[in-house]
T-cell receptor, first 115, second 114 residues
């Protein structure tokens, strides 16, 4: 099946620093990847749609300058949380569609804790 | 606009008993419906989907779901629950935008007791 990986699986950083999270499709090419944020015991909130070779499309209320998304290749999308603050602490999950098919496959998630 | 509702925050079932997790949807046009499962501190795992065809969809780990157009429902079922089925279950509907975004329900926590 389609495998999506994320790195790191967890990260702790100081307030004011920037953190980069990588999302990779391991056995398929993904022209579109999605980034979600999830708070404990809550549903997933879509942050942005990442498209290879073009700018990401952000959902309403998501700060583009704070959550920088780059989709430089067909197998890699990155999310950079800039100038992180404690309220950015969350579980970040990426997903990808396989070759335009309907099913999204999800990465294992990255737990971000900002001190 | 598309939306899904999961009316139960939590479902408790004894091991060996049937498990049902409810989902209702609201879409314009034909629905693309999905079920995912999430274990603690993990990403989502795909269970099954309905795009078209048979109303009864069989998926992974013995799960199945029945698409009911008249009731706008897509309930997830398993005939005999296992303790290892304890997890958070999400119903989702694909939006009609060109990217294939998913709209998720709030999630239902399933607790299977020995």
């Amino acid at each position: 099946g389609a495998v999506v990986s994320q790195h790191p699986s967890w990260v702790i950083c100081k307030s004011g620093t920037s953190v980069k999270i990588e999302c990779r499709s391991l056995d398929f090419q993904a022209t579109t990847m999605f980034w979600y944020r999830q708070f404990p015991k809550q549903s997933l909130m879509l942050m942005a749609t990442s498209n290879e070779g073009s700018k990401a499309t952000y959902e309403q209320g998501v700060e583009k300058d704070k959550f920088l998304i780059n989709h430089a290749s067909l197998t890699l999308s990155t999310l950079t949380v800039t100038s992180a603050h404690p309220e950015d602490s969350s579980f970040y999950i990426c997903s990808a569609n396989v070759g335009g098919r309907d099913t999204q496959y999800f990465g294992p998630g990255t737990r971000l804790t900002v001190l | 606009a598309q939306s899904v509702a999961q009316p139960e925050d939590q479902v408790n079932v004894a091991e060996g008993n049937p498990l049902t997790v409810k989902c209702t949807y609201s879409v314009s046009g034909n629905p693309y419906l999905f079920w995912y499962v999430q274990y603690p501190n993990r990403g989502l795992q795909f269970l099954l989907k309905y795009i078209t065809g048979d109303n009864l969809v069989k998926g992974s780990y013995g799960f199945e779901a029945e698409f009911n157009k008249s009731q706008t429902s897509f309930h997830l079922k398993k005939p005999s629950a296992l303790v290892s089925d304890s997890a958070l279950y999400f119903c989702a509907v694909r939006t009609t935008d060109s990217w294939g975004k998913l709209q998720f329900g709030a999630g239902t926590q399933v607790v299977v007791t020995p």
